[in-house]
């Protein structure tokens, strides 16, 4: 149902989470990925308020010391695409979320002129049944890369690509607006040793997990 031809607000993420150590290359074509720059507004208890500029006809080498603004700055005609989004925290693989697009130059002043920015290439493919998206970060959250089930309804009896590490679903500090204010290259050492001693784990509140 919708209302003065607005769409309806219960609107719901459903995804599963998984830390990568690198990009696997097959899921690479040769073609642009998406080009993704985001601004925060607001991040807080979990919520969140997020302006997306997203471009597919620019290719961007994600590295530690890319300057999101700058890239944005010196190619925002490329920017054509961008939206606000309202998000709620993620519980059990679930998140809300509201997103509205919005004209890409407005946009595109106001993540020059606030927020909390990350920048990141995702790439898409199908693994089984499913979509997958898999997000390469720049600037201070390189070298992260996350990958990420999505469908819509919740994601049970997930086939697990061999390249996911370990799962990240509903864990905060790998939420983008996490990432926004307290990058991944600011903790990625005591990452890196929590995963050493506790080594890889999936949560068994999905169904039966099975890892390709």
């Known amino acids: 149902m919708t209302i003065n031809g607005m769409p309806p607000l ?6 599963r989470r998984f830390f990568c150590h690198a990009m696997p290359t097959e899921f690479d074509d040769g073609d642009a990925p998406a080009l993704i720059i985001q601004s925060y507004f607001v991040h807080a208890d979990n ?20 300057d999101a603004r700058a890239v944005l700055a010196a190619h925002r005609d490329e920017f054509r695409t961008a939206a606000l989004a309202v998000k709620g925290p993620s519980v059990g693989g ?8 919005i004209d890409a ?3 595109a002043e106001l993540v020059l002129r606030g927020g909390d920015v990350i920048i990141k290439n995702r790439y898409t493919a199908w693994i089984g049944a499913d979509g ?6 720049g600037g201070a959250n390189a070298p992260l890369v996350i990958a990420e089930a999505q469908r819509s309804t919740p994601v049970t009896n997930l086939i697990i ?12 500090r790998f939420s983008n607006d996490d ?3 307290r990058p991944f290259g600011a903790w ?16 068994q509140l999905f169904g039966t997990n099975t890892m390709e």
Not at 188 to 203: C, M
Request: some cysteine.
């Open 188 to 203: 990625k050492d005591d990452f890196a040793r929590e995963l050493d001693d506790e080594g890889p784990s999936f949560q």
């Open 179 to 181: 990432l926004s204010w």
């Open 161 to 172: 690509p061999r390249f996911c590490i370990t799962e990240i679903t509903d864990e905060p």
């Open 94 to 101: 679930t998140r809300y979320e509201a997103s509205r697009e």
């Open 132 to 137: 997958w998206n898999i997000d390469v970060f």
């Open 105 to 107: 130059h407005i946009a």
């Open 10 to 15: 219960d609107e719901f993420q459903y995804e």
């Open 47 to 66: 919520y969140a308020l997020r302006i997306r500029l997203t471009t597919h006809s620019l290719r961007v080498a994600m590295s530690a010391d890319l």
